[in-house]
């Protein structure tokens, strides 16, 4: 924790040391999406959370233009509609998404990425059948992976699980994001 505590930097900080604008225009894009999301989830009876920090998926993903990225845990669809909002600016851009459907509700799968605009889904791909499953199908289907986005099982075990299934996809110049670390770091 000392480590973390002495290397820790605020990203709003560091995204406007790289581009000011482009931060910028990331928080009113996230913005368009919060108000959106929290639209259409007035319009179902079950809470399926909130979404994490995706004004910092929309800017590193603008920022960077990645051919593929991959996330794990896409629950509402917040982060995915960050990245996809990102990939239609960029013109370019696959994701690639694992989740396991919520449990305890009707055809839950119906749920998964319910804020996610029908014209984005263009560029994505969604995996439903948890991590174990989907990533060895995703790492067959891709070469490099630029950016993977972790906000599933917070474990140590299902974190090196997971990051173990795309070693060969991942090298050093992937951007790897561990959501919620700050909670578990």
């Not at 794990?72 to 990102?86: C, D, F, H, M, R």
Request: charged share 30%.
């Amino acid at each position: 924790l000392n480590w973390l505590e002495s290397n820790c930097i605020v990203f709003e900080d560091y995204a406007k040391a790289i581009d000011p604008y482009l931060w910028e225009n990331s928080k009113k894009v996230c913005e368009k999406i919060k108000f959106d999301a929290k639209t259409k989830l007035k319009k179902i009876k079950y809470d399926l959370g909130g979404g994490g920090f995706y004004p910092l998926l929309y800017f590193l993903v603008s920022l960077k233009k990645p051919k593929i990225i991959i996330e794990t845990g896409v629950a509402a669809g917040y982060s995915s509609y960050a990245i996809l909002k990102a990939i239609e600016r960029n013109g370019m851009g696959r994701l690639y998404s694992s989740d396991f459907p919520y449990f305890r509700m009707p055809k839950p799968e119906r749920f998964i990425g319910i804020v996610i605009p029908k014209y984005l889904k263009k560029h994505w791909e969604l995996f439903i059948e948890g991590d174990d499953i989907n990533l060895p199908i995703i790492s067959k289907k891709i070469n490099k992976i630029d950016i993977f986005h972790y906000d599933s099982d917070k474990s140590y075990t299902g974190r090196k699980n997971s990051l173990l299934s795309l070693k060969k996809n991942i090298n050093s110049d992937t951007i790897i994001i561990m959501d919620d670390i700050q909670d578990n770091s």
